[in-house]
């Protein structure tokens, strides 16, 4: 699927570059010049409306999940160190012979729903960790009676 898309997306390049060249006279390096500060430009958009959705609505929504999956799954809310981020938690919970089987899979799970965010590139990974560690604050206290620094980071 990806060598399929990556040849596909070549082929638009080459053509693209090509009719480009044709149009201003054979002149090659102009082409690939304003083929690539069209691309930069658009990717530089796309960046920008990520964040900005991000910002607005896309880390509530994020949030919201992470927790309606830390309730349905039942995890327990035992008390946990206001440093303790979910990788942490999840990692003691597979490991933990006293919670139930069901448990320890949906911990392994939202571990391995976590761990598949890396994937799609560094900030998505790091969005939606810290995503996860704000529903953690949420549903957990901390030993020390406050909720963690990073929530209230998240929700200005």
Known sequence: MNIL???????????AIGALSRYL?????????????????FTSIRALACAVAWR????????DRFLTMLQHSEFPKAK????DDIENYLARLEDNPDVSAST???????SLVLD???DFGYYSWFRMREAANAALDRYTPTIS????????????
């Open 116 to 118: 598949s965010y890396d």
């Open 5 to 15: 898309k990556l040849s596909l997306q070549l082929t638009v390049w080459i053509c």
């Open 56 to 63: 607005i609505e896309g880390r509530k929504i994020a949030t």
């Open 25 to 41: 006279g054979e002149n090659l390096w102009i082409s690939v010049g304003i083929i690539f500060g069209l691309w930069a430009a």
């Open 104 to 110: 320890r899979n949906a911990a392994k799970n939202l």
């Open 80 to 83: 946990r160190n206001s440093d």
């Open 145 to 156: 009676g406050t909720k963690a620094t990073r929530v209230a980071s998240l929700e200005r």
